[in-house]
């Protein structure tokens, strides 16, 4: 058995232990609803199992975890393992992550962060920059605001315009914005999306506006579960 195999048979088993399996392509259902509301998570499997009980019911996801954000969410993301990783991939929809190096995890992480960025035109609070690491492209992906090629303040003006830009953005691209800025950097947000920028989101809505918009929860689900770090 490969190694990801094994860890797609284990994230199957993770998944059955909080409550949830897949009786079909794309479906997910509760084994019983009985597990899925008292079975123990791990903090470090909180953010799958959000995603899993989300897949089955939103409703009964914001009752599991009353008051979490997608922010909480996100800054769970670092603590989390291959397992962990693969089961969050599975209920998304996209394959299970791969890991035969770190150079071959930072390419696909860099390359779906980017792609997430152009993709969904969230170019109003991110630039490119030059390279801060190897192994991966998301080292030149960076916030705007900051004077990143020089001595690394602040630049109030362009602050003032990403959060500008982040307001008029859409709940899809508040979500995806939120996540590779907290996947950046995780803990309280003390300088971009401040000033009464609208960052609130609970995660079981945040999961339900990536189903509602065709491939976002995939490629959201790709770009979680390759986290490689900053």
């Known amino acids: 058995m490969s190694r990801t ?6 994230a199957s088993d993770l998944l059955a232990r909080i409550g949830v399996y897949q009786p079909s392509e794309g479906v997910w259902a509760f084994t019983d609803v009985d597990t899925a509301s008292q079975a123990y998570i791990h903090h470090s499997a909180q953010p799958a199992a959000l995603v899993a009980y989300a897949a089955v ?14 922010v909480d969410m996100v800054d769970k993301v670092p603590c989390m393992d291959a397992i962990e990783h693969s089961a969050l991939a599975m209920v998304c929809g996209t394959p299970a992550p791969t890991f035969p190096s770190a150079e071959v ?8 962060a980017w792609g997430i960025v152009e993709n969904y035109a ?5 630039e490119c920059v030059r390279e801060y690491g190897s ?16 001595g690394l303040g602040p630049i109030p003006e362009a602050l003032k315009a990403m959060r500008k830009s982040y307001r008029a953005m859409t709940p899809l691209q508040q979500v995806m914005v939120l996540t590779i800025l907290h996947l950046f950097h995780q803990g309280k947000d003390k300088d971009f999306l401040i000033g009464g920028c609208p960052t609130r989101v609970l995660a079981a809505d945040a999961m339900s506006i990536l189903r509602d918009n065709g491939s976002a929860l995939p490629t959201w689900g790709r770009l979680v579960s390759h986290y490689a770090g900053w």
């Open 5 to 10: 195999n094994d860890y797609v048979h284990q």
């Open 57 to 70: 019911n939103p409703t009964f996801a914001a009752g599991r975890f009353p008051g979490w954000t997608l």
């Open 105 to 112: 995890r930072g390419e696909i992480f860099g390359r779906t």
């Open 122 to 126: 969230l170019e109003g609070c991110f």
């Open 135 to 150: 192994e991966g492209s998301h080292f030149t992906l960076r916030p705007r605001g900051f004077d990143w090629a020089g």
